[in-house]
């Protein structure tokens, strides 16, 4: 009887012990993922950048086409 009074006695510890909020994640640069964030982040402004030059071409296209009439 004691050993089972004593496990519930843990359990109800331990659960009462996992309701607290969860630490806030550290920031990425703080994190074996910094490298990969950043390479990502280039990846996206060198995206930007190529999406602007196709709208650019493609305004010229269209405008040297006649499509501007």
Do not use: I, N, W, Y
């Not at 909020?21 to 920031?27: D, S």
């Amino acid at each position: 009887m004691r050993h089972s009074s004593l496990a519930a006695l843990c359990t109800v510890c331990l659960a009462l012990a996992a309701c607290g909020e969860p630490p806030p994640p550290k920031p990425v640069d703080e994190t074996v993922f910094r490298d990969q964030v950043r390479a990502l982040d280039k990846a996206r402004g060198v995206e930007d950048q190529l999406e602007e030059r196709k709208r650019e071409l493609d305004r010229q296209v269209e405008r040297d086409e006649g499509g501007d009439r």
